[in-house]
């Protein structure tokens, strides 16, 4: 391969070898920091992620390539120090967990990355030098209450998102859950006839951000929406609701 600086990492995928370090050129390519190299002829592959500084240590599980240095961007994203890459495109995932300085040593077990280096903090929580860090980026489900008309209130929700239990929403309001581990949940709203004044749910719209993935659904019947999050991404649930109105017949008398 011939890299015209040093190499600091190497690790090896079927037929592909991962190389980081401080080179720009390597399997008679431009690799900046990190490449892919044919294990049988030292070429470099066409994966090329293209780092803006050192790379100091790989691992790779599965469909991602884990990168530690001391670079500012990776896959064509600011990602410092650390960044996923995904094996076949190079770039960057959504994960990002940003250490705070230079990270020398990677490690993969099970739904977790660990991490060494000279740093203090990760992600703005305290971690000295050392870190387990999920290796599924968090994502954020918000749950919205419309209603028809406007000023409708008192909706309550069941929901197996968090510890938190039952909730209740107004029109216009929302309920966000941040920092989720990715994963199928479901938010049930209870008989909205029992709300104030009585309602039907009429509309249940759940939207996902970025389009990849289970898609996450809403039943009218059930009342549910089952949220398919994938990491990093944000999933918006609609719930719309119409005021059942009574309607009374005159009784005419001749």
Known sequence: ?????????????????????????????SRNYIAALEATTGNATAWNPGADDYVNVLAVSED????????????????????????????????????????????????????????VSVGGQP?????????????????????????????????????????????????TFESVVPGQYTVVEDDPSIAPGGYSLTGLVCVDSDGKGTASSGDLGTRQATINLDPGETVTCTFTNQRLYEVYVP???R
Request: charged share 15%.
């Open 64 to 119: 991602t390539v884990y990168a530690g240095g001391q670079f500012g961007s990776i896959g064509g994203e600011t990602r410092n120090n650390i960044a996923a890459l995904d094996t076949t495109t190079g770039g960057a995932t959504a994960w990002s967990p940003t250490p705070n300085s230079y990270v020398y040593a990677l490690a993969v077990g099970g739904d977790t990355v660990y991490a060494g280096g000279d740093f």
């Open 127 to 175: 971690a000295s030098y050392l870190a387990g860090i999920p290796r599924k980026a968090p994502g954020t489900i918000i749950i919205k209450k419309e209603t028809r008309p406007q000023g409708g209130s008192g909706f309550s929700f069941s929901q197996d998102v968090d510890g938190t239990g039952d909730f209740s929403l107004n029109d216009g309001q929302t309920k």
């Open 1 to 29: 391969p011939n890299a015209d600086e040093m190499v600091n990492a190497l690790v090896a995928s079927g037929d592909t070898i991962y190389a980081g370090g401080e080179f720009t050129n390597i399997g008679g390519q």
């Open 251 to 253: 009784l005419v008398l």
